[in-house]
């Protein structure tokens, strides 16, 4: 059996770690410190970047690979290129392990404003049971969300299907 984790991702969320001092260094070790923390390194996400995605129950997931601890909160970052709106409801994260890897699965949700781009990372930093403060990337997420389009039915009056490709006709 796999162990899973559950947390809550809310907008003012932000997970602080101690503060090193001012001008405090990891004499050469690699740890991240508060003045410049280990960028985490993140894969797998879903949606893929570039990739376009109908706003309706959007799953978002990634892997934190060798991941120095377990995540705790989550605070959306909308990043420079972010037209999407916001996500209204508080939503929850599972984490699951995967040998050295974590895997977090966000509950579905929808953007605020569609058509858009969905840009955004997690902000703040965090401070594993090394001491070492870790950050994830600037951007963990880039894509495209479109509305649905549904059709018109069915000669039976059948109900309206959504679309994956707003080009087609």
């Given at each position: 059996?796999?162990?899973?984790?559950?947390?809550?991702?809310?907008?003012l969320v932000v997970s602080a770690c101690g503060e090193s001092e001012e001008g405090e260094s990891d004499g050469g070790s690699g740890c991240g410190t508060?003045?410049?923390?280990?960028?985490?390194?993140?894969?797998?996400?879903?949606?893929?970047?570039?990739?376009?995605?109908?706003n309706e129950a959007i799953v978002h997931s990634f892997t934190v690979?060798?991941?120095?601890?377990?995540?705790?909160?989550?605070?959306?970052?909308?990043?420079p290129d972010h037209t999407a709106g916001v996500i209204a409801s508080t939503l929850r994260v599972v984490g699951e392990l995967d040998g050295d890897d974590l895997r977090y699965t966000i509950d579905p949700a929808e953007w605020?404003?569609?058509?858009?781009?969905?840009?955004?990372g997690f902000a703040g930093t965090y401070q594993g049971p090394d001491e070492c403060v870790y950050q994830f990337p600037a951007t963990v997420f880039d894509y495209?969300?479109?509305?649905?389009?549904?059709?018109?039915?069915?000669?039976?009056g059948?109900?309206?299907?959504?679309?994956?490709?707003?080009?087609g006709e």
């Amino acid at each position: 059996m796999t162990p899973r984790f559950y947390f809550v991702l809310a907008s003012l969320v932000v997970s602080a770690c101690g503060e090193s001092e001012e001008g405090e260094s990891d004499g050469g070790s690699g740890c991240g410190t508060a003045a410049d923390p280990v960028v985490l390194s993140v894969a797998d996400q879903q949606p893929e970047a570039d990739s376009t995605v109908v706003n309706e129950a959007i799953v978002h997931s990634f892997t934190v690979v060798d991941a120095p601890g377990i995540f705790q909160t989550f605070a959306l970052l909308p990043g420079p290129d972010h037209t999407a709106g916001v996500i209204a409801s508080t939503l929850r994260v599972v984490g699951e392990l995967d040998g050295d890897d974590l895997r977090y699965t966000i509950d579905p949700a929808e953007w605020s404003a569609a058509p858009g781009h969905v840009q955004f990372g997690f902000a703040g930093t965090y401070q594993g049971p090394d001491e070492c403060v870790y950050q994830f990337p600037a951007t963990v997420f880039d894509y495209e969300v479109v509305l649905p389009v549904f059709d018109g039915g069915d000669a039976d009056g059948g109900s309206p299907d959504a679309a994956t490709d707003i080009g087609g006709e």
